[in-house]
């Protein structure tokens, strides 16, 4: 196969050629799209276009937890357990903020090795920072690339601690918060916003002391807690580094798949995703529209003005917003 679509000045004039390789599972295609996807690169959108209409039928998986909880190990074996039943996998690892966990960064990159002989699954780390659209929106955007390729199965593992990661996992079709034994008050800063949004719970590390107790808590948010359907996310037991309770997770994840199907709760999900996403996406492309408008240091005048009280900013805005699709 030639390069011949690997050069970015041409892509945006005829890029069909590098979405058919993508589509044909190359994945050189596939790392060069989601390259100039992250960073917004030459003829993004254009490819996003393009790959849209394929996209929609894999199932995103958004995996989260607290640093260290063994959620890139616990992604490896159901990503070996997808393989086993021949369905191919997308993984997106949105690398931890928080610096603490810069040594499980390697670790992920290290595991990624293990499984480069097997086209079925590709791997790709996501930075957090210097991301363009917005974390949120960038991952959104690489797991429609990773989908439209073809993909079975999509899945999404971040940290549950900050704003970002609910973002990030609610743009998955099922939610998987994995905890440990052990936490102590960690349990109480992940489940802000992030408990709410559980699907299934996985408590893994259940080598350890202290599995019952995180279970006793889980019950006890849950009974506070209301779905507006009926689901009660099951919990489910995991050693991931033995690969013990893998089947079970497997198998909750098929019922939840089974209930959404059944309560025909799958559109819903996504009609309510894309009414974040939309507004999002119109709200960066006004801002964008209106930084175009503006001259070059207009902002820092206004604000000069503003603060030094010689107009108001509520008129400011109003009038910089009335004077946009002129
Ligand atoms: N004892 C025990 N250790 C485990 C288990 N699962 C994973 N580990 C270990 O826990 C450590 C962290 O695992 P990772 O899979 O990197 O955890 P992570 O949640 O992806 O970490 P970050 O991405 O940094 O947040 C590794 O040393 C794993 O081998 C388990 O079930 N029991
Ligand atoms: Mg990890």
Redesign the pocket.
Known sequence: MSDLCFTLRGLTNNFQPLIEQLRAGDPRALARVISTVENRGPGWSELLKALFPHSGHARILGLT????????????QLARHYRKENRTVGII?V??T?PY?G???L??RI?MQEHFSDPGIYIRSMATRGSLGGLARTTADVATVLDASGRDLVMI?T?GVGQDEVDIVRLADITIV?L?PGMGDDVQTIKAGIMEIADIFVI?????EGAERVEREIRALQSLAVRTDKWTPPIVK?????G?GITELAAAIRDYEAYLQKENLVLKHSVDSWQNRLLEMLRDALLERAQEQLANGAVARYAAEVAEHKRDPYSLVEEIVNTLGK
Do not use: H
């Open positions: 937890g607290p640093p260290g909880a063994g959620k890139s190990t616990l992604v490896d690892a690398d931890p928080s966990t040594g499980a960064i670790g992920d595991r593992e940290v994995i440990v893994n590390k259940c080598d350890r995991t050693v991931a580094s033995q013990a």
